[in-house]
């Protein structure tokens, strides 16, 4: 049996805990490098073991752009070849990328905070000195870089079957790359903010499903915005959804022109700073809820 | 002096749970008005740990224990009362406090279940900011201490319960915590896989002079750490001193057990027999009784082997609840007044 230990223990009582990486400006920069790359090697490693589900996933997922896309071309080559602006090889470009756009802004969704709380996730996570959305942002887009290595045959085989029209230039495709994961983080945050409301109650689903009908009319994922009427366009124009989806397929597929381009990123960072800024707020209120009622 | 590392006092926690009867009426009428009832889980505890001390903390199930520790450690928010943890507020979770503690839960999980547990480690090194070479350091005197540099490179699903524990031990002192909350640490671990955790949470304790709050339902536990042992009852504490002390104050019986040269014979006129087993007779007998009845054994049989022992810690703490639940006053306890 070990002897007991107490307070006659040898061992310096208050001892120094593990060594840091230090303080300071450019130390704080690499703590957060390392360890939002730490995390997607977890993740990518994490999802590699489950990459023949992953690949059924995203080949289930393909189905809802393509029934789309088959749809709105007939319709185009009905109506003399274009509708709202597009033809049958704009719609082919517009959905095959919307399948990349729609795996790189999944986030985490409200519903896995239940399970959250009730399964002591979130006590381990609130014992980390870290916010736990750093956890979630890092973690999904670890994951998004799988996506983005099974995408590419699935794309490439869509693009063979329904022959997209591209008109890309350099700039659309530097926007793209920027506002993919403005998008992601931006989806991110509201995705979170509904999450949060499970801390007060968790019969918040007609909730959840408002917000998700409006994003899909008024994002551009059911139809590009140009095919919708005028107020919605322009109520799309001032609400978060569009610059998480619409925006970044429209960026690439080469649609806009420089100056769009410049004020989606800008929307994208106004919206983003204002969902940072309400999550940073309810955070606080709902870690007091979780605390005062127990996990 | 040093500072306390932890200082709680009148600590409180009440948690509000609705309540309602069975059948429709009583849901009907829950539409209306919802009736709650207080249930009050830590109920005015206060004590101090220093620095470097191995404290065992003992009650039964639904006592309280668990809420206090989570309350110590910034999981849950306290009613009323105050709780300083190496001068910091818990509830206020500053990043600088939750990197000096740590929790360790038998039943929750911190390790990435697909992937080696070096791959989880290198998270928790990002996650603490840890400098990579002392890093590395710490953690394989870890993995060597627990014998593990077999399993580290085993994904974790594929580990045994008590070698996923050992791991999640690892994982969770990798950044050198000064207060470990344990909170049922051995649960569900055969005894050799106890005995191994138990060691490395002294070694710990040895090393960086680290304060433990240990709750464990294994007795074996305590003893092996804890000289000092708070017992808590239904919120309030019933007990709080050295281990040693805890039969003196709320068991007043000595255990003797007796072997006679020509095999048994009756000694129910000496105390309580409490077994006869292979030659060997237990007897209880008041703690002021036991010399007398000593004298009178060794003068009166042929005494082969005699042993005067307090008896078993289980049976002290059971006894420590059944009078709780008496509600008769316990002789010594530290807690305030009885319930209302």
């Known amino acids: 049996m070990t002897s007991p230990t107490a307070s006659t223990a040898p061992g310096a009582p208050g001892a120094p805990t593990a060594p840091t990486i230090g303080t300071g400006p450019l130390a704080s920069i690499r703590g957060w490098v390392d360890l939002y790359v730490a995390t997607m090697r977890i993740s990518i490693a994490s999802q590699i073991q489950y990459r023949v589900s992953n690949y059924f996933y995203m080949i289930g997922m393909v189905t809802e752009p393509v029934i789309y896309l088959v749809v709105w071309s007939t319709v185009a080559r009905q109506q003399g070849g274009e509708v709202g602006g597009f033809t049958p090889g704009e719609f082919a470009a517009y959905y095959i990328v919307w399948t990349l756009v729609r795996n790189m802004n999944i986030a985490l969704t409200p519903w896995a905070w239940e399970e959250r709380v009730r399964g002591g996730e979130l006590s381990g996570m609130l014992l980390k000195p870290v916010h736990p959305i750093h956890n979630d942002l890092a973690g999904l887009a670890g994951w998004k870089a799988v996506v983005i290595v099974l995408w590419l045959p699935i794309a490439a085989f869509l693009s063979l079957i329904f022959q997209p029209t591209y008109s890309i230039e350099p700039i659309d495709v530097v926007v793209f790359l920027v506002a993919i994961w403005g998008a992601y983080v931006l989806r991110s945050m509201f995705l979170w903010l509904l999450g949060l409301v499970t801390f007060w109650t968790t019969r918040v689903g007609p909730v959840f499903d408002i917000f998700f009908v409006a994003e899909l009319l008024l994002s551009g994922r059911l139809v590009p915005l140009t095919l919708m009427p005028d107020w919605a366009q322009q109520l799309a124009d001032v609400l978060p959804f569009k610059w998480t989806f619409s925006f970044p397929i429209e960026a690439l597929i080469g649609r806009l022109p420089a100056d769009q381009l410049l004020r989606g990123l800008g929307m994208q960072v106004l919206w983003i700073a204002i969902s940072a800024s309400i999550v940073a707020a309810c955070w606080r209120l709902a870690v007091r809820r979780f605390s005062a009622v127990g996990g | ?340």
């Not at chain 2, 206060?46 to 065992?56: A, D, H, M, Q, Y």
């Not at chain 2, 400098?131 to 593990?148: K, S, V």
């Not at chain 2, 240990?214 to 092996?224: G, N």
């Open chain 2, 1 to 340: 002096m040093p500072e306390p590392a932890i200082r709680v006092a009148d600590l409180r926690k009440t948690f509000r749970v609705p309540v309602r009867e069975a059948g429709l009426a009583a849901a009907a009428r829950s539409l209306f008005r919802r009736e709650h009832r207080d249930v009050h889980a830590v109920d005015g505890v206060s004590f101090t740990i220093e620095p470097g001390e191995v404290v065992g903390f003992l009650g039964p199930n639904g006592a309280g224990k668990t809420t206090t520790l989570k309350m110590l450690s910034g999981l849950l928010y306290p009613t009323a009362g105050e709780a300083i943890v190496l001068g910091n507020v818990p509830s206020r979770r500053q990043s600088d406090f939750l990197r000096r503690i740590t929790m360790v839960m038998g039943n929750r999980n911190q390790l990435q279940w697909d992937l080696p547990a070096l791959d989880s480690f290198e998270l928790i090194r990002a996650i603490y900011r840890l400098e990579p070479t002392a890093f590395r350091q710490t953690r394989d005197e870890f993995i060597d201490l627990l014998d593990l540099r077999e399993l580290v490179s085993k994904p974790v699903r594929n580990l045994s319960l008590g070698e996923r524990m050992k791991m999640e031990f690892v994982g969770a002192l990798l950044h050198r915590p000064q207060v470990l909350f344990l909170d049922e640490p051995t649960l569900g671990l055969d005894v050799t896989m106890q005995k191994r955790i138990r060691s490395f949470v002294a070694e710990y304790n040895r090393r960086f002079g680290a304060t433990v709050l240990l709750t464990s339902h294994y007795m074996a536990d305590v003893q092996a750490l804890c000289r000092r042992v708070i017992v808590i009852h239904h919120g309030r504490i019933l007990f709080d001193g050295a281990l040693a002390d805890l039969s003196t104050r709320f068991d007043s019986t000595k255990t003797i057990g007796v072997t006679l040269r020509d095999g048994t014979a009756d000694l129910s006129a000496y105390g309580e027999v409490l077994s006869t087993e292979e030659g060997r007779t237990l007897l209880r007998v008041s703690r002021g009784d036991a010399p007398d009845v000593t004298t009178r054994l060794l003068r009166d049989l042929p005494v082969l082997d005699l042993t005067i022992e307090d008896p078993p810690i289980e049976d002290v703490i059971e006894r420590v609840f059944a009078d709780a639940r008496d509600e008769r006053p316990t002789a010594g306890a530290v807690a305030g007044g009885g319930r209302e």
